[in-house]
């Protein structure tokens, strides 16, 4: 019995040491990484402002047009109206531009204005970043400031046109507009509330 125990007490010690040795590396080595070497910061970086679905985006629209002299292909430009904060804690900075394009124009007819067919369909967030977007409200230049609030649907303030299609059903993103009169223009500045799909 009694030449156990020192035979005991160096293994405990070794045990110990070996240890203490082994989570010492082990939290060298679960030590953070600097960002630029980490391999997936830059993929969780890209992410980091993509607004998920449900994520409502008030606009500005940045280019004029007319319903009835516009074009297939045409290239439409919106900004931002403000701070667009996510559930990740990023926020989507006022002022980042929207893009999309005219997707389609059937023309004027029998005293009645054009119907367009558009869609938004690229955010700029430090880089471009895919989006679908339907139209929850239009309103003209300046807003009431309510038209940005996330539960306003519908047209205010611009005369002679209807939302046709809002784009939240197959084919989803595509947003037509039809004009009850001729050389109906929507103006820069006049509001869009978008919805990410």
């Known amino acids: 019995m009694k030449c156990l125990l020192p035979k005991a007490a160096p293994a405990r010690l ?6 203490f040795a082994f989570f010492s590396v082990s ?6 990484i600097p960002a630029a070497q980490t391999p997936n910061n830059s993929a969780e970086a890209t992410q980091e402002n993509e607004p998920p679905s449900g994520t409502t985006l008030p606009v500005f629209l940045h280019t004029s047009f007319s319903l009835d002299r516009c074009k297939p292909g045409q290239v439409l430009r919106g900004k931002i109206a ?3 904060g996510l559930r990740n804690g990023s926020v989507i900075r ?3 531009e929207l893009e999309g394009h005219i ?12 119907n367009v067919a558009m869609q938004f369909d690229k955010l700029d967030v430090g880089r471009k970043v895919p989006v679908v977007t339907n139209l929850q409200a239009i309103a003209d230049h300046p807003p009431a400031l309510w038209a940005f609030n996330v539960d306003a649907r519908g047209n205010y303030g611009i005369d002679n046109l209807l ?6 059903t ?13 050389n109906l223009k929507l103006e820069k500045g006049d509001a869009l509330l978008l ?3």
């Open 94 to 96: 006022k002022g980042s």
């Open 170 to 182: 197959d084919p989803v993103g595509k947003i037509v507009l039809a004009s009850q009169a001729q």
């Open 163 to 168: 939302i046709a299609r809002a784009g939240n």
């Open 103 to 114: 997707v389609e124009v059937t023309p004027a007819a029998n005293r009645s204005g054009a």
């Open 82 to 84: 403000k701070d667009v």
């Open 195 to 197: 919805l990410v799909d």
């Open 14 to 19: 070794g045990s110990a040491v070996f240890l």
């Open 27 to 32: 939290l060298i080595g679960a030590a953070p």
